[in-house]
């Protein structure tokens, strides 16, 4: 499998470009958020963070995209929003935005040594690709995010 970097696709695939115009916001981090019962003894760490200088390092070259599909699931479910750099050249083990022939663009994690595009989800069928065939890729994931007031939690 060989890996080329993809020409322009904005008309092919649902992104959301990101603006570099406005000023900078930071928001108090809280670290060892207990997914049980929170112990009282845990402080506030005082940290604050930038989410764009987090996520979004280098505007000019981020993009995002919104998931639809299982094939990633139970790591992306549809509606979530991927942070992809189109500066970065996927490699071997990375989540990619890659051309699927006959799909279009999808995320698929890249195993060279094997020469296939791989789900995250077991139970979708991984993709073989020829050691002589272009896979073209249009960006790494780096971060996803996810709307919570989209799930139905009963």
Do not use: Q
């Not at 049980?36 to 987090?54: M, N, Q, V, W």
């Not at 995002?64 to 549809?78: Q, T």
Request: charged letters at 30%; a negative charge.
């Amino acid at each position: 499998m060989i890996l080329k970097k993809a020409d322009n696709i904005y008309s092919e695939i649902e992104f959301f470009p990101v603006k570099n115009d406005g000023e900078k916001f930071y928001v108090e981090v809280h670290d060892n958020i207990a997914n049980g019962f929170p112990s009282p003894a845990e402080d506030f760490s005082g940290k604050r963070i930038s989410l764009d200088e987090k996520f979004l390092s280098k505007p000019e070259a981020t993009f995002i995209g919104k998931a639809k599909g299982m094939s990633n699931y139970p790591y992306i479910m549809p509606g979530d929003y991927l942070i992809i750099r189109s500066d970065l050249e996927a490699r071997d083990g990375d989540l990619a935005i890659v051309y699927v022939s006959g799909e279009g663009f999808s995320a698929k994690k890249i195993d060279l040594e094997k020469n296939c595009l791989t789900p995250l989800n077991k139970d979708f069928p991984v993709i073989t690709i020829a050691a002589d065939e272009v896979v073209e890729t249009r960006g790494v994931v780096k971060s996803i995010f996810r709307d919570m007031s989209a799930l139905n939690i009963d």
